[in-house]
C-alpha cells in the first residue's frame, strides 16, 4: 500500500516563508503493518499516521545517536541548517578556495548566488537531507552534487 505523507499547514511555504520545516516524503507500507499503525492511531496512541511514523523515525534515530554522532565527527559534517551566502561564496572565491559542503540537515545556497558563482567556489556537495538552491544554480553543480 502506497502512503504519501502530507505536510502540516503551517510548514507549506508561503509567499514570506520560503524555508519550509518539513520535506514530504513517500513510503510504500505492507496491509499489516498500515493496519497496526491505523489500531495504534484509532486507540489513541498517535494522532494520526504522520504522528506514528515521525515518532517511529525519532526513535530509530536516537538508538543509533552514537554512529550518527561519529559519522558526523569523521566526515566533518555540518549538522541541522547552513546557509551559504553570496559573501561567504565571493569570500572562498577571491581566497582561491573551492569550498566542500557536507550537510547533514538542509543547505541553503541564496538566491542572489549565481551559477557562475557557485561554480568558481564550490568543489563539491554532499548533502543527507536537503538542498535549497535556484534550479540555475542546481543545475551548474549538478555533477557535483553526491
Known amino acids: 500500500m502506497r ?5 502540516p499547514a503551517a510548514a507549506r ?3 514570506a516563508a520560503t524555508t519550509p520545516e518539513t520535506e514530504k516524503i513517500t513510503i510504500n507500507l505492507g496491509f499489516v503493518d498500515l493496519g497496526h499503525i491505523e489500531l495504534l492511531v484509532q486507540e489513541g496512541f498517535y494522532s494520526n499516521r504522520s504522528d506514528f511514523i515521525r515518532t517511529a523515525i525519532r526513535n530509530q534515530i536516537d538508538r543509533h545517536a552514537d554512529v550518527v554522532r561519529q559519522a558526523v565527527s569523521r566526515k566533518s559534517v555540518a549538522l541541522g541548517l547552513r546557509l551559504f551566502s553570496r559573501a561567504d561564496l565571493e569570500t572562498a572565491r577571491d581566497a582561491g578556495q573551492m569550498l566542500d559542503i557536507r550537510v547533514l540537515g538542509l543547505a541553503i545556497i541564496a ?6 558563482l557557485a ?3 564550490i568543489g563539491n556537495i554532499s548533502i543527507l537531507g536537503g538542498l535549497q538552491a535556484s534550479d540555475a544554480v542546481k543545475t551548474a553543480l549538478a555533477d557535483r552534487i553526491t
Do not use: C, G, R, Y
Not at 502512503?3 to 505536510?7: D, L, N, S
Not at 538566491?111 to 557562475?116: G, I, L, R
Open 3 to 7: 502512503m504519501i505523507m502530507a505536510q
Open 13 to 15: 511555504p508561503t509567499k
Open 111 to 116: 538566491a542572489d548566488v549565481t551559477p557562475e
Open 119 to 121: 561554480l568558481t567556489s
